[in-house]
């Protein structure tokens, strides 16, 4: 990837002996600095030290990795000692090796988005993964440049489609058709578990999106077989501070589904769940207006499918209630990880073969609900039914959630993983007794179609009027 810094670099970061010589010194600056930290906070530390040296600051020691870290007063284990004399060891620091590798050439994602500075007050207690501060970033206003010969296209929705490209960093997924809302909008947000932007291109003249590239979403994941103990956990817990995160943002997504989170394998199999696709996000208005209705049925809570109708010759009442509203709209979020959270259990699309022309309006008048697991663990159950509240007033913030997580995490603590898979294939035979059954995403697309297109020919055959036939035969074309 190049980048614009006002000097050129001449590092490369492909060169092995560079890889080598830098991750010999960066390893032993992580285990000194971060050996008790999570793995998140110790990738957060190399990549600290690799942001500097790109950045060519000669008063960070240099344009290398070696020469930041061994700078003087910049890290106090290496004050008045060469890296020779310093020979750490222990349980993990084959494991430092790896990271600073992986951050070297590339293979490890800048969790902190290009950040400089670091702040860490109370090493001792406070964790690096809560303490990466974006500060001084990265400039992102020159186009980035690739060859668009290796491009490959991942996906395509309404917004626009995502390319898999190449780099000299590493591949990178690019977004075209993107509003520049959506580009300023992530450009504000800095959190482990959201899409890393990383600048912007063109593509045909027109501007897109340049993010770090993650190779499967969560339902792509869910197919490939239920998730474990840890997976769901830490799935579960990442999404929810993320959109903590995005409300605490004064932002609403309005579109979170398994599609739109993106899971990021770690070497050692850590799941890190990464909220994506920021195209009809919205900031949280001072007082409540009609929105339109975009986004997956599946997912989508009550009042975004049916909006309340405020009437009244009360102007007072009526403007009371629409400010009301508005500070409500950060819980459309909550219904939709709610049923995020519930595919994850069952692997089954929420609603999945119910009618899509009559389900709008079934879900939003409660006539048709997820069946929940009431003989499964009691803090699993709580927080869907917290979630999937039809009256938002009453439905909890994702504050509350993250409360909740952290007493499913120590309730399931207690469970070894045979005990965890007998616990989902215990609520998947609850399920077929209600006739749902697990299908690959294929099928279940295939079956979602073949009901449109079967429900949309009766009304044709009904004899719709004019204004609507027209309509519900291009529907039928595609």
Known sequence: MERSFGRSLELNWTDASVIRRGAQVLKKTMWHEARGEPELGQIGVAHVIKNRADANRGYWGGRNVADVCLKSKQFACWNNQSPDNSNP??????????????????RIPDPTRGALYYNNPAKETASWVNNVEPGERIPHNDPLKFDWNGAIQISRGAQGVVYRVPSRSGEVAVKTG??????????????????????????????????????????????????????????????????????????????????NILVQLTM?????????????????PKEWTRMRIIGSYHYMAPELLIPERITGTDEDAVQARRVQLAKLEPRMDTWSFGCLVWEMLSGLVPYIGCDPVTLPTMVAKG??????????????????????????????????????????????????????SAEQQKYLDELALHGF?????????????????????????????????PILKNLLSK
């Open 178 to 259: 993107v509003a520049e809302d959506e580009i300023e909008r992530l450009k504000r947000l800095c959190h482990s578990n959201i899409i890393q932007f990383s600048g912007i291109t063109t593509f045909n003249n027109h501007t897109a999106m340049v993010m770090e590239y993650v190779d499967r979403n969560l339902r792509q994941h869910l197919d490939r077989g239920r998730l474990n103990k840890n997976s769901f956990l830490e799935i579960t817990r990442g999404i929810a501070d993320g959109l903590v995160y995005i409300h605490d943002k004064g932002m609403t997504h309005r579109d979170i589904k398994s599609h």
């Open 367 to 420: 006539q048709l609900r997820i069946p929940l697991p009431h003989n499964s663990m009691e803090s699993l159950l709580n927080m869907l039914q917290r979630c999937l509240v039809i009256m938002p007033e009453f439905r909890s913030t994702m504050h509350d959630i993250v409360e909740m997580s952290e007493e499913l995490t120590v309730e399931m603590k207690g469970l070894t993983d045979d005990e965890w």
């Open 268 to 284: 050692t199999g850590q799941c890190i769940p990464k909220i994506a696709d920021f195209g009809i996000a919205r900031e949280v």
């Open 437 to 469: 059954k697990s299908r690959s995403a294929t099928d279940m697309l295939k079956s979602r179609d073949s009901q449109m297109r079967k429900r949309v020919g009766d009304f044709l055959k009904e004899g719709w009027d004019e204004f609507a036939r």
């Open 89 to 106: 060891s222990g349980e993990g620091y084959d494991r430092m090796h790896e990271i600073a590798r992986g951050v070297l050439d590339g």
